[in-house]
T-cell receptor, first 113, second 114 residues
Framework: AQSVTQLGSHVSVSEGALVLLRCNYSSSVPPYLFWYVQYPNQGLQLLLKYTTGATLVKGINGFEAEFKKSETSFHLTKPSAHMSDAAEYFCAVSSGGSYIPTFGRGTSLIVHP | DVKVTQSSRYLVKRTGEKVFLECVQDMDHENMFWYRQDPGLGLRLIYFSYDVKMKEKGDIPEGYSVSREKKERFSLILESASTNQTSMYLC?????????????FGQGTRLTVV
């Protein structure tokens, strides 16, 4: 079985501040991990993914995430928030050969001027 | 560009109607999924299909059925729509077993049942 927990349904930051969105996963086998972004009334768009290899993964729009097996975490960061980063962010895990992604409940990122 | 296209962005249906949500992908993906998205609940899997005519129930299949007659098309059917099925519905596709295993999503269909 696999699951994802996203800590904080809403995160509020000022423009230019560090963005940190937390994700912890549970999986009985080595996981594939993903972060997606959803803008209002849109589908989900892939930000970045971890499959194998380097544990620090860089994505689009200046985001990155680090896979920490010992902490079962895959937190998303961005050094400096921009107004255009305001959106819903979803962490997802897939594993076990079927590659069916399980999603967290999402974190809404609010960026203040 | 990979494209997953959902036939409608917005739908309004009456209680008891039979509703069809259509999804087409152009990447020759084996896997296709239907998710339901509700505030505070994230994405919940309704059904998925890993091949033509094959389907598996997800976490919340009650009140829904699916059809996959062709590889590129995956339909979600609400047999008798109810108000508690008012939601955003997201279709996705992926290719299993490859390094690039992420799901590609359509734009979503916002269904309102009145």
């Amino acid at each position: 079985a696999q699951s994802v927990t996203q800590l904080g349904s809403h995160v509020s930051v000022s423009e230019g501040a560090l963005v940190l969105l937390r994700c912890n996963y549970s999986s009985s086998v080595p996981p594939y991990l993903f972060w997606y972004v959803q803008y209002p009334n849109q589908g989900l768009q892939l930000l970045l993914k971890y499959t194998t290899g380097a544990t620090l993964v860089k994505g689009i729009n200046g985001f990155e995430a680090e896979f920490k097996k010992s902490e079962t975490s895959f937190h998303l960061t961005k050094p400096s928030a921009h107004m255009s980063d305001a959106a819903e962010y979803f962490c997802a895990v897939s594993s076990g050969g079927s590659y069916i992604p399980t999603f967290g409940r999402g974190t809404s990122l609010i960026v203040h001027p | 560009d990979v494209k997953v296209t959902q036939s409608s962005r917005y739908l309004v249906k009456r209680t008891g109607e039979k509703v069809f949500l259509e999804c087409v992908q152009d990447m020759d993906h084996e896997n296709m999924f239907w998710y339901r998205q509700d505030p505070g609940l994230g994405l919940r899997l309704i059904y998925f299909s890993y091949d033509v005519k094959m389907k598996e129930k997800g976490d919340i299949p009650e009140g829904y059925s699916v059809s996959r007659e062709k590889k590129e098309r995956f339909s979600l059917i609400l047999e008798s729509a109810s108000t508690n099925q008012t939601s955003m519905y997201l279709c996705a596709s992926s290719s299993p077993g490859a390094v690039n295993t992420e799901a590609f999503f359509g734009q979503g269909t916002r269904l309102t049942v009145v």
